[in-house]
């Protein structure tokens, strides 16, 4: 298959670290007291370490579906498609409206694409990779001439699922599994693909259950849906609890092993778009396989976009001209799960 539309549109206000500071001295200093300094200083030593300096969230004036309708126009534009000849639609992500019936229905009846078949995959930020690799077989298999896939990962919403409950802290320890929603940016994405038997996509999975409970998302009367610990779901059901670090310490080695699964050389690939929820720890596990200079990073400026990662990093290399038509190119992605996926393809 072929990607022969993509597009990323990013909501207008831009938050700085600052601000993230603030928003925990706002609402924290009641509770925290005398931990608010060490608490402070803690968030900024895991901002400046990870490389995180901003991120963008949704105006006031804005709303997820209108970010996303504008990210499904300008992709079938630049697939000179038009809405009535999408065949498949998939909602990827976190972010979303609806349990039932799955978002992808109102995406089809809302933007004129009412006969498209439609279901979602819900993978956390691995989602929008567990779709491309469905869509991916579908098309190959001929059942569908194209796929559009599309996510609206706004989650830092007031009343979302990290805002505002992750700024209010109890002890400067809380630090260890809220800092990830610290870095969380909104965007919403659509790609558009087509079928091209003559451009396959390789994919490799590697999960590891058993780190489940690093980072999680509940729902009301989730322990009934599961053997409770400690550290899941520790902030309640609705709130993003997320042990980053542990995440990574135990996800290194499979995103290493993940990407020389590739059968793609490594001197041929061209970019690399990864999922980064950090730079640094990206950037060293790229030194570490030599492909670091590849790596095309939209997390300093844009945060940690969960599902929409990967798409708006290849987006925004389209529109650069960072990449043409011919390169070979690669995707790299870590996950709640935990999970761990690579995946190259010829643009």
Same mark, same amino acid.
């Given at each position: 298959?072929?990607? @022969? ?10 938050? +700085?670290n600052q601000t993230i500071k603030s ?21 900024? *030593? ?17 709303? %997820? *579906? ?47 694409? &009412? ?30 001439? $194209? ?15 990290? $805002? ?13 599994? $809220?800092? %990830? ?36 998302? &509940? ?8 053997? %409770? ?35 793609? %050389? ?6 690399? *778009?990864?999922? @980064? ?6 950037? +060293? ?14 997390? &300093? ?9 990967? &798409? ?14 011919? +390169? ?11 999970s761990f996926a690579s995946f190259s393809?010829?643009?």
């Amino acid at each position: 298959m072929k990607i @022969a539309g993509i597009k990323a549109i990013i909501p207008s206000r831009t938050v +700085d670290n600052q601000t993230i500071k603030s928003m925990v001295t706002d609402q924290s200093t009641d509770v925290l007291k005398n931990q608010l300094r060490s608490t402070l200083s803690r968030i900024d *030593f895991y901002l400046t370490y990870s490389e995180s300096n901003k991120r963008q969230w949704l105006a006031d004036d804005e709303s %997820p *579906f209108d970010l996303l309708e504008r990210a499904v126009e300008g992709a079938l534009f630049q697939a000179s498609a038009k809405r009535s000849e999408v065949e498949l639609i998939i909602y990827t992500g976190v972010d979303r409206g609806f349990l039932e019936p799955a978002m992808a229905y109102m995406v089809g009846a809302e933007f004129g694409m &009412p006969a498209a078949h439609c279901f979602d995959i819900v993978d956390a930020c691995m989602s929008w990779t567990r779709a491309a690799f469905i869509a991916s077989n579908l098309l190959e298999s001929g059942q569908y001439k $194209n796929a559009l896939i599309v996510n609206c990962e706004c989650n830092m919403r007031y009343g979302g699922r990290l $805002n505002p409950g992750c700024f209010r802290l109890n002890s400067a320890d809380e630090v260890e599994w $809220n800092f %990830p929603a610290y870095t969380v940016g909104e965007a919403a994405t659509a790609t558009f693909f087509e079928r091209d038997n003559s451009r396959p996509w390789e994919f490799h999975f590697l999960s590891a259950s058993n780190f489940n409970d690093l980072c999680s998302v &509940p729902l009301d009367g989730f322990d009934r849906y599961c053997k %409770p610990g400690p550290r899941l779901g520790r902030n309640g059901p609705n709130r993003l609890t997320s042990f980053g670090s542990d995440l990574f310490r135990a996800g290194r080695g499979l995103g290493i092993e993940v990407f020389n699964r590739l059968s793609t %050389p490594h001197d041929e690939i061209k970019a690399i *778009f990864p999922h @980064a929820a950090s730079k640094r720890l990206w950037w +060293d596990m790229g030194m570490e396989l030599g492909v670091a200079e590849k790596i095309r990073f939209v997390y &300093p400026y844009y945060g940690n976009l969960v599902s929409a990662s990967v &798409p708006t990093a290849i987006a925004e290399a389209w529109n650069e001209g960072a990449v043409s038509e011919g +390169d070979t190119l690669a995707g790299w992605v870590g996950s709640a799960g935990i999970s761990f996926a690579s995946f190259s393809y010829r643009l």
